[in-house]
């Protein structure tokens, strides 16, 4: 298991540059978007990851509130820091394309939008986490992320009939992708999955040992109580 | 007098009879709102038509960040002396406590509603050109998304440091599409240009979902050490 952690690391930088060559060499360069378009390699599998890792945190709060696990309670928190990260790439990747293409930095768009209040929501779990104190941390988090999780599909009817009401000046992707580029952008999500997975394994382990750790003072402290030494 | 009912009865009586003689989330809001609207009539200086367009906007963002005021003082009464404690110990459901304090928030956001509205018509000349009466169900489903999950978000931000300023940090994304029905419903009125219909079936959604899921986990939340 010790040696496993460093196997898959080398795997997953092996398959990101292998995923970089592909994206920036071999796929074909798109017709009417030229070069600009390959950043679509990075967005779309950042924003797949990021849904995933979103849709993990509710499981596993919807597992804490139920069985009331530490382990689950450690995933969530790391789905969702991670989700975030991935996220943020998603919202940053998302104008620097749409500048050059639609001609604007940003549109009140179905996606877009859907992203962005993914991205609040999730930021606002995060603050929770950071503000609570010590041992109701866990159960407020878990309380919000079914919340959140709840609030997606409120938010995905309210833009879609916002948006069918008021339609937007600029034009969908639409129009069918080459096979090639198919690849490549399955080549690319699976990179970033595993590199996704690796940066939350690297995670759990380091909040599993610094609450063992935390534990562990708390016991010390409880045996040996300072005055008395 | 152990059902729901009476429970939570007793604890909103309680309720509104301290606010009536103390008033201070009252008068703390109605102030708020009316800063916050003059200060939006200073900034926008509207026409009459533009006021259409934006007044939906307006009015909604005053009342949620004034709301905001009262939702904060919701526990604050019951963290003194420990008597959330011995709501904790007591066998009464923790759904009366909660669902007496919403319906508390629930008035005294109806009666900020009712009193800033007026001002808002002189300050911005509005006339509706849609079925003006569909505004009721939109203030009332409205308010009652913001004060439900605003009641129990306040109940998780009392456990944090800082208290005040994590319920809007909570409260604000949870309620974007509630946020938006209300707006763009009040719009829709206002200008006469579209149906209102879809927006007020969200809200009732929106409530719904969330009545049921807060009264599901509230007694985790009051529970939590």
């Not at chain 1, 592909?22 to 070069?35: F, I, N, R, S, Y």
């Not at chain 1, 309670?73 to 050059?100: H, K, M, N, Q, Y």
């Not at chain 2, 003194?80 to 759904?95: E, F, K, T, W």
Request: glycine share 4%; net charge positive.
């Amino acid at each position: 298991m010790k040696k496993a952690f460093p196997i898959f690391a080398l795997l997953t930088a092996v398959l990101l540059s292998y995923a970089l060559y592909l994206a920036l060499v071999w796929a074909p360069t798109e017709q009417t978007m030229g070069d600009v378009q390959r950043i679509f390699y990075y967005h779309v599998p950042s924003a797949w990851t990021a849904f995933l890792l979103f849709l993990i945190n509710f499981v596993a709060s919807v597992w804490y509130l139920v069985w009331r696990s530490v382990k689950a309670d450690i995933i969530a928190l790391v789905s969702a820091e991670v989700g975030v990260v991935f996220c943020t790439v998603v919202l940053v990747t998302g104008p620097i394309w749409a500048r050059p293409v639609w001609g604007i930095w940003w549109t009140w768009d179905m996606r877009l939008t859907l992203t962005l209040v993914l991205w609040l929501i999730y930021v606002a779990y995060l603050v929770l986490r950071r503000f609570s104190s010590g041992t109701q941390t866990p159960l407020m988090a878990a309380v919000l992320a079914v919340f959140g999780a709840l609030d997606v599909p409120l938010v995905y009817f309210s833009i879609w009939y916002f948006r069918t009401q008021h339609p937007s000046p600029v034009i969908g992707k639409g129009g069918s992708l080459d096979p090639r580029m198919w690849h490549v952008l399955l080549i690319n999500w699976l990179a970033f999955l595993c590199f996704a997975f690796l940066v939350s394994w690297s995670r759990y382990r380091l909040e599993k040992t610094k609450r063992e750790v935390e534990e562990m003072l708390a016991l010390e402290a409880l045996l040996e109580p300072k005055g008395l030494r | 007098m152990t059902s729901l009912a009476a429970i939570t009865g007793v604890t909103l009586r309680k309720d509104l009879r301290l606010e009536w003689r103390s008033k201070d989330a009252i008068n703390s809001m109605l102030f708020f709102a009316l800063l916050v609207v003059v200060i939006f009539s200073f900034s926008f200086n509207p026409t009459a038509e533009e006021s259409r367009q934006i007044a939906g906007g307006l009015i909604w963002v005053a009342f949620l960040f004034a709301a905001v005021v009262a939702l904060n003082q919701t526990w604050a009464r019951e963290l003194r002396n420990q008597v959330l404690d011995a709501y904790r110990v007591s066998p009464a459901p923790a759904n009366a406590l909660f669902l007496a304090k919403a319906l508390g928030n629930f008035v005294f956001v109806s009666v900020l509603e009712a009193v800033m509205t007026p001002l808002f018509i002189i300050f911005y000349t509005l006339r509706a050109l849609g079925p003006a009466w569909q505004l009721i169900p939109v203030a009332m489903l409205g308010t009652w998304a913001l004060v439900v999950n605003g009641t129990f978000f306040a109940a998780m931000s009392i456990r944090t440091r800082s208290r005040e300023i994590m319920l809007p940090l909570l409260l604000f994304p949870i309620s974007i599409p509630a946020l938006l029905a209300m707006v763009e419903a009040t719009s829709a009125i206002l200008t006469g240009e579209a149906s209102a219909k879809f927006w007020i079936v969200l809200l009732a959604v929106y409530d719904l979902v969330f009545t049921m899921v807060s009264l599901l986990l509230f007694e985790t939340v009051l529970g939590a050490e």
